[in-house]
């Protein structure tokens, strides 16, 4: 793996959002800025729920055409969206 995706995964905001149930907006705006500011190619989608599922993103980070980590983000408690 490239060593700026291990840099930029290290980050103590990467591991806020990796192993937090629910995360604020500012958390996933500074987590995609570090993405962008080293260059690697990320997807981000969103669902805004209803009263049946959470608001829910999906951080998709491309390591190489046949790696990706899939990140879910919960914006607030409830069920989680399927993608």
Known sequence: MNDEIIKVLSTGIFKRV???EV??????????????KADIP??????????????TAFLTININPATTIRI?????A????PL
């Open 78 to 81: 409830g069920t989680i969206a």
């Open 18 to 20: 990796i192993n937090s």
């Open 42 to 55: 990320f997807d981000l989608s969103f669902i805004p729920g209803d009263q049946r599922i959470a608001k």
């Open 23 to 36: 995360i604020q907006i500012t958390e996933i705006n500074a987590a995609i800025s570090l993405l962008i």
């Open 72 to 76: 879910t983000i919960q914006f607030e």
